[in-house]
């Protein structure tokens, strides 16, 4: 691990067919936490390029939506590709956008997103994420218990439909019928996973948020269309109904425990005007360069962290 950031990105565009970023470097006895947000998320895609360009690779990752994406992308070494994607196609309705719901029953496009473009259009390193030092956690909600579902890859391909469940918004996306489990995005029942990453016994536990400080979530404006579509889920519904005081309180002691030097959190300095299917590619590129600077100001306190 570099313990200088001396390196500045002025590209998110991957190398075709590169090394993956972790190859020939150990990883880091420490938990990545990553909130999820839709296109939020390029804030963390700036923070996870660079921990890679700092050669930074946490034991374990876990993800909730867009952070179990971009988690997904940190873990198989593919530094550049989240904000590569998100940039070019993010004004291509198939990948996503509403009129993908209207089309296919998913805003965020499956067959487009995780089969044409890993499998056709940009090649997926999955060599690069099955033989990872790093394991990923794909944070999802069961909607049947009500609880979060935590999901350890073992294998990038076989695994993805829990990386499509996390990602899979209420109301907007089919629900995932995987292992006899009824999942949808993680955000509902675990936002952050820190209470599990704490669960697994880790020492340092590293949280990227997508919100500033100071936000505060409000009630689901959704509730009532949310008891229609899944009236048959009533710990979901519970949830879902609750799940503002939950973040809250989660954000809240987030803090707590970054001023302790419990966990060492990184967020958006300023709040964060970039909207959940953001079609501008020049708004999600200034997020992921502000994600990247923030990691880049706030790297010699996370190396003191790490090495304390």
Known sequence: MSTSADHPRTSCRPAP?????????????????????????????????????????????????AGALCGYNYVAGEDGRTCYLNTKYCADWRYLSLKSFVRTGNACGREFAFDEIPNRLEPFNYAGFDESPMKLVAVSSNLVTGEADYHEFSDARADLPYLIASSSMPLVSQIVDVDGK???????????????????????????????????KGPDKMLALERQRYGLYPYYLERLQHRHYEYNRTYRMLARMHEAGEAFVIRPPEPVTVSSMERDPEKLFALYEQGYAEAARTWPDLCAYLER
């Open 182 to 216: 009824l999942l949808l995005d993680g955000g509902t029942c675990d936002s952050v996973p820190i209470a599990h990453s704490l669960l697994t016994g880790a020492k340092k536990h590293l949280v990227v948020l997508t919100q500033a400080a100071g936000y505060v």
């Open 17 to 65: 067919l590169h090394e993956p970023a972790w190859r020939g470097h150990a990883a880091t006895a420490a938990n990545l936490v990553l909130e999820g947000g839709a296109m939020r998320g390029q804030f963390t895609a700036g923070v996870l390029d660079f921990f890679m360009d700092q050669k930074l690779f946490c034991e374990r990752v876990i993800g909730v939506s």
